[in-house]
């Protein structure tokens, strides 16, 4: 196992790492660096993958891919198990990597890391699940028959937010069924988004080719994304990230019948209800916002409350909110850790000093403060200010008040994303009847905790919280 924690906690020369091509470390002439958020110390080195790696990468998983979807079922679901079992061993580095690398704090990165065990788990049970069907025949005697196929080689660009699970979660079904794997992790995260699960995959027995990491600069993603929306040998594009690149992924994907798999922004509303738990409401509010300084794509933008809780609402939550200084992310007790880069530092600033000066309320925040940004409350935001529609991904909540449960929805609907959204309230039933209006792939009712026997056999008949989102094939 390659020392990954020397650059995180010793304070050595920053090491060199290379893209990882047909089972092989491959080191290049050009190079970036990957830094630590909250300091700016540099973590490693990393190649910048061009052209000569793409292709090899490609033509490494093209030629794999077809001894991969031959390996027996049992055979591929052992790997998998193999690999749960290695991270376990190595969560701990893995989890270090994540807050050098990502500005994650401790308990977010916790959290992310204990994703691993369960996405390995749910893939191991796919290889024996892609079964076909038969179905009846307009000439007697005969039978129409379909198999399930692997796609075959699945081009993968991850994010930097949650840089490991999000990387797994883009290709690991796929690999699961047959399909072989060039990933591209964000150049915020190459460590622990895309090169120490190489390594973990390697060490796991994952037969060369099948598996395959070229990580570049921020200048050499396109050339990435271009290969894998026009190669040929690439059949499937997954790709978690911004809506813009998103668009023209797509936009080329579709010239040439291609599939692809996003997954973009969000501007998430909350609808807190009129008989939503204060306090539950405030915590909730709370945790969905400024979860990893609220840089994730479900974080909860827009919080719309009724008017009767708004006032006591927003005093309550504008008090939290103030009382979480931005933190060094190896603090145990940090909850506002840094933001991933000064690019979108900037962005987030330029987004609230509009808003500020087009008449946008700051209840609490609203400046940088070094690599960091304070947990920031606006009120009195506007349909014709940027933020309003704009996803903030960072430490930036909203709080609109309602009377109307229709102006509520209209509300939480005018935007154009629809990736997730939520309501509380103390009636599940009027919540999943509301959910039913709010136009997002994924609606969660929460309801108040209950701590009684027979209060959660209750929470059991009626279900927690609902989820609407379609499912991502890959063969």
């Not at 924690?5 to 990957?34: H, L, Q, V, Y």
């Not at 594009?237 to 992924?249: A, D, I």
């Not at 200010?385 to 008040?401: H, K, L, N, R, S």
């Not at 939480?412 to 939520?422: K, P, Q, R």
Request: with cysteine; aromatic share 8%.
């Amino acid at each position: 196992m390659l020392d990954w924690t020397k650059a995180f906690t010793s304070g050595a020369d920053a090491p060199m790492r290379g893209s990882f091509i047909n089972g092989r470390w491959i080191e290049t002439a050009d190079s970036f660096e990957t830094r630590n958020p909250a300091t700016g110390a540099v973590l490693a080195r990393v190649s910048d993958a061009g052209r000569p790696e793409i292709e090899a990468a490609i033509a490494a998983a093209s030629a794999a891919q077809p001894g991969w979807e031959a390996t027996a079922p049992a055979a591929r679901a052992a790997l998998l198990h193999r690999a749960a079992a290695l991270f376990a061993e190595r969560k701990d580095c893995f989890v270090d990597a994540l807050i050098a690398e990502t500005g994650s704090s401790r308990g977010k990165a916790d959290f992310e890391a204990s994703l691993v065990g369960l996405v390995f788990g749910e893939a191991a049970g796919l290889p024996t699940r892609a079964i076909g069907e038969v179905f009846p025949s307009q000439v007697p005697g005969k039978i129409n028959r379909t198999l399930r196929r692997p796609a075959g080689v699945v081009g993968a660009v991850t994010p930097w937010n949650f840089a490991l699970y999000l990387s797994l979660r883009g290709f690991i079904y796929a690999l699961a069924l047959g399909n072989t794997v060039v990933l591209k992790p964000s150049e915020d995260s190459p460590l622990s988004g895309g090169l120490m699960i190489a390594e973990l995959l390697a060490d796991a027995g994952f037969p060369s080719g099948v598996f395959n990491v070229i990580p570049t600069s921020r200048d050499g993603a396109a050339a990435v994304g271009t290969a894998f929306a026009t190669d040929p040998r690439v059949n499937v594009l997954s790709f978690t990230g911004s809506t813009r690149v998103g668009q023209l992924l797509g936009e080329a994907c579709a010239r040439s019948f291609k599939k692809i798999v996003l997954e973009l922004g969000g501007k998430n509303p909350m609808i807190i209800l009129r008989d939503a738990d204060l306090e539950r409401a405030v915590d909730l509010a709370f945790f969905g916002r400024f979860l990893h300084q609220g840089q994730i794509c479900m974080s909860t933008d827009r919080i719309i409350v009724h008017r009767d809780l708004y006032d006591a609402f927003l005093a309550r939550f504008v008090a939290k909110a103030c009382a979480f200084a931005p933190t060094d992310p190896t603090d145990p007790t940090a909850v506002i850790g840094p933001i991933i880069n000064t690019r979108q530092l900037d962005r987030i600033a330029k987004l609230v000093d509009d808003a500020r000066a087009a008449g946008a309320t700051v209840q609490c925040g609203g400046a940088a403060d070094g690599a960091y940004y304070q947990a920031t409350v606006l009120t009195d935001v506007t349909p014709d200010m940027e933020i309003w529609d704009q996803e903030v991904f960072g430490p930036v909540a909203t709080v609109i008040p309602f009377k109307e449960e229709r102006e509520a929805l209209a509300l939480a609907n005018d935007t154009a994303y629809g990736l997730s959204a939520s309501v509380v309230t103390r009636d599940v039933a009027h919540g999943e009847m509301l959910a039913e209006h709010i136009r997002a792939g994924m609606v969660h009712i929460f309801i108040p905790v209950v701590t009684s026997k027979a209060g959660r056999e209750r929470i059991g008949q009626i279900g927690g919280p609902r989820y609407r989102s379609k499912p991502e094939s890959f063969g």
